[in-house]
């Protein structure tokens, strides 16, 4: 249980740490919000200048040591970006039109995060957990 709650109390200062880091690079920090969840379907929002990202797939592939990532945002026009746990950046999640992203497969990542970061250019975070791809 120890282990279970340090793993996600540095998953949610991770997603602070950078969400912050790209509210400076992108523009003035007005807000900041960050949500995680147990499964697919998950939301994150807190204000009216934040979009919500709602994560569907979130998936790790051993074999090809990839990740694939289907979410939708709120914003049409936001990028997302995704992270490991320990703050590693993995890669853009590409928009597909419409406020659907995703559908990518990632680049190379040894091992399986247990968790991702989703951080939008437009002020949303969301820390969802990875699944194991089952064909």
């Not at 249980?1 to 991770?14: C, D, F, R």
């Not at 919500?52 to 049409?76: E, F, G, R, V």
């Amino acid at each position: 249980m120890k282990n279970k709650v340090t793993i996600a109390v540095k998953t949610i200062l991770t997603a602070l740490l950078v969400a912050l880091g790209i509210q400076l690079v992108n523009q003035p920090i007005s807000a900041f919000a960050s949500g995680s969840s147990g499964g697919g379907g998950s939301t994150s929002s807190g204000g009216s200048n934040l979009d919500t990202i709602k994560i569907s797939k979130c998936y790790y592939d051993a074999p090809t040591s990839q990740m694939l990532i289907k979410a939708s945002s709120s914003n049409p026009s936001a990028r997302l970006y995704a992270y490991r746990p320990d703050g590693t950046y993995q890669g853009e999640v590409q928009n597909g039109g419409g406020s659907r992203y995703g559908g990518t497969v990632m680049g190379y990542i040894s091992y399986d995060p247990q968790y991702m970061v989703i951080v939008s250019s437009a002020g949303g975070t969301i820390t969802v957990p990875t699944t194991p791809f089952i064909l």
